[in-house]
Nanobody, 116 residues
Framework: VQLQASGGGLVQAGGSLRLSCVGS????????MGWYRQASGKQRELVAS???????RYADSVKGRFATSRDNTKNTVALQMNNLKPEDTGVYYC???????????WGQGTQVTVSS
């Protein structure tokens, strides 16, 4: 499995960004796809994910502001980020977790910087 993320950048607080991730290899509709982020000096944390049944899960800090979606026919997952805050700054990683093995695969990360 290989993942390629894009769409990061610099934005002012209150602005929006859309991240996209394209996967290749053995990705199935049963796998969970999502996004994690890592701020400087902090651990990587879940931002949002979409399971095989279409169930979306969000970190409390982004609920109501971020929305994730996936297209199983294209092996893509997107993250729409609205009303961005400086604390959303970090490197965002696309992730796939295999349904049967639990193995995780990571994209290369894309930097999101929100200025105040």
């Amino acid at each position: 499995v290989q993942l390629q993320a894009s769409g990061g950048g610099l934005v002012q607080a209150g602005g929006s960004l859309r991240l996209s991730c394209v996967g290749s290899g053995s990705i199935f509709s049963t796998d969970t796809m999502g996004w994690y982020r890592q701020a400087s000096g902090k651990q990587r944390e879940l931002v949002a994910s979409v399971s095989s049944g279409g169930y979306s899960r969000y970190a409390d800090s982004v609920k109501g502001r971020f929305a994730t979606s996936r297209d199983n026919t294209k092996n893509t997952v997107a993250l729409q980020m609205n009303n961005l805050k400086p604390e959303d700054t970090g490197v965002y990683y696309c992730n796939v977790q295999k349904y049967y093995t639990g193995n995780r695969y990571w994209g290369q990360g894309t930097q999101v910087t929100v200025s105040s």
